[in-house]
Structure formats: C-alpha cells, structure tokens
C-alpha cells in the first residue's frame, strides 16, 4: 500500500550505493556528502528492521537481504524514470509551432484557433510570426504557411492550402456618408495601403482595367492587419487578399462594394518540417477544412 512505502529519499540513495557498492561514489551522484548517503541507508535499514549492508574498509557490500531489496527497488525506479520520459514526450508532442506572417496569423489563423483548441484540446499550438520564409536549419517549427511557391527551403516540401484574390471592401458607416456605386466614385475616397503590399492599388486598377488614379488621398500603414483595422474604423477603402476578410464579412464589419472587381493572389501553400510532431497532421487537416468552408462561404457570398 502507498502506506507502506519507505522513505524514498533513503531508497534512492540505497540504490546508489548498492550499484557503486561505494557509499562515496553514490554520495558524487546525487551531490550530497558522504555522511548523507550513510544517514540514508542507516534510516532506511531502521525503517525495514533488517541490514542492508556489510560495512567494510573502502567498501560496502550487500547483504543477501539488500540484494534481493535492491533488485525489486531498482526495477520500481526504472519504472518510474521511464514513466517520466515518456510523459514528458508526450507532453512535447502535443505542442505544434506554426509559423506564418502577421497578417495572416491575426485575420486567419488566431480567430479560428478557439475551434481547433476545443476539438484537440490535447494539442497545443504556438504560433510565431515573420515576415520572411523561415530556415529549417536555425530555425524550429512544426508547420510554416506562406503565400506562392517560390523561395521554399530545399528541405520542405510546399502543399496547397487555399486559393486566394484582392477584393475592394469598406465599412458600412463610410460607404453611408459617401456612396460608392461605381468605380468612378474611387476618387471620392481615401485609400488605405499597406507598405508590405504597396503596388495592389496600381496592380488591381490595372487588372480591372481601371484608369489610374490622379493623386487620391492616401494613409499609409505597417502591415495588412493595420490596414484592415483602419478600413473597420472607417477611415477610407482598402484592397485586401479575400483570405483575411472572412470574419469582418460575415459580422458586417466590412463590405464590398464592388464585388465583380476581383484580382487573383497566388494561393497559400503549407509545408512540414522533417522532425515535425506527428500533431502537425491533425493540424493541417483542420486547416484544410477550415479553408474548404470559407471557400464554400465565399461562393455563396458571390453575385449572381
């Protein structure tokens, strides 16, 4: 019974000297001192009623009765450091560190994490960001999502995650006190930029044959994210990849405008690292299905 047991500081100490046969040598392996490991033994001899050991000069030996405690003893501690490798594997494995840019992680993934968590809540995803594609040889994560398919590590292998486009979109509030029927009414408007993405406005007049436009009113902005915030709080119109809207459309937060005006984006691509937990794949078919919803919501969401 759990009663019974002696005192394990003692045992684990007994087991020391009884592998070293050397109350000095087990003394270096637990860093304690000499006199420790024989107060130890002494108590745990006095706890059995029986003697463990012979002392002799320089060395102590078992006696029949502590060899045959020592053996059971030493398979129970095996046991138990075993239990604890395992569960601390374990407990490695469940963590799965994606990495992404920015943008993606605050409009995309972190919404979404609150059904992933409550699905596998024995998986815990980190998620780290940055800007650029991450290397596999100084850097550690389990799953790296980027957009296109260019400047991939030799070592990953990308895979196709969800199709992508530029939409035009504002908040109601804006397009209330200034409409926007057409695209002449552009001019009428602010227009939001993000730096990391500072040629969407000339590319997507370009791609839907839009004249340029002659010195609009602009404000600038770190990133996507910023941008988007911006957009909400109705401080002008912004370009934005389809992938980062999916919340802010279905709550209302934002709208688009002009929905037949629409510009392909390379689609998002996912790859593994080669030590990647073996969660990673759980956490990637929860994302593929999260992206087969929003393209299925997206369609619906098209003009007829």
């Not at 029949?64 to 398979?75: D, R």
Request: proline share 8%.
């Amino acid at each position: 019974m759990i009663t019974d047991l002696p005192p394990l500081n003692a045992v684990r100490a007994f087991a020391a000297a009884a592998r070293h046969e050397s109350f000095s040598r087990a003394a270096e392996e637990l860093h304690v001192s000499h006199s420790a490991v024989s107060r130890h033994v002494k108590l745990l001899e006095e706890h059995l009623g029986v003697l463990l050991f012979e002392r002799r000069i320089r060395q102590s030996v078992l006696t029949p009765a502590g060899q045959a405690f020592y053996e059971q003893v030493s398979l129970a501690l095996s046991q138990i450091a075993n239990a604890a490798v395992s569960l601390r594997r374990g407990a490695a494995l469940r963590k799965v560190i994606i990495n992404v840019r920015p943008s993606f992680a605050v409009r995309w993934l972190i919404p979404r994490l609150p059904q992933f968590m409550a699905r596998y809540p024995q998986i815990q995803p980190e998620v780290v960001t940055s800007t650029q594609l991450p290397d596999p040889a100084r850097e550690t994560f389990d799953l790296v999502i980027r957009r296109g398919h260019s400047g991939w590590s030799r070592t990953l292998q990308p895979q196709r995650l969800l199709e992508d486009e530029i939409l035009l979109v504002a908040a109601p509030s804006l397009l209330q006190d200034t409409a926007l029927d057409s695209p002449k009414d552009l001019t009428r408007h602010s227009l939001l930029v993000s730096r990391t993405r500072a040629s969407d406005w000339q590319r997507w007049l370009e791609h839907c044959g839009l004249k340029p436009l002659r010195n609009p009113p602009t404000l600038h902005f770190d990133h996507m994210h910023l941008v988007l915030q911006a957009c909400v709080d109705g401080l002008g119109l912004a370009l934005c990849p389809a992938s980062l809207l999916a919340k802010d459309l279905a709550s209302g937060r934002l709208v688009c405008p002009l929905p037949e005006l629409r510009q392909p984006l390379p689609r998002y691509y996912y790859a593994l690292a080669a030590d990647a937990a073996p969660e990673a794949q759980g956490f990637i078919q929860w994302m593929l299905e999260q992206a087969q919803q929003d393209a299925l919501e997206h369609t619906t969401r098209q003009p007829l």
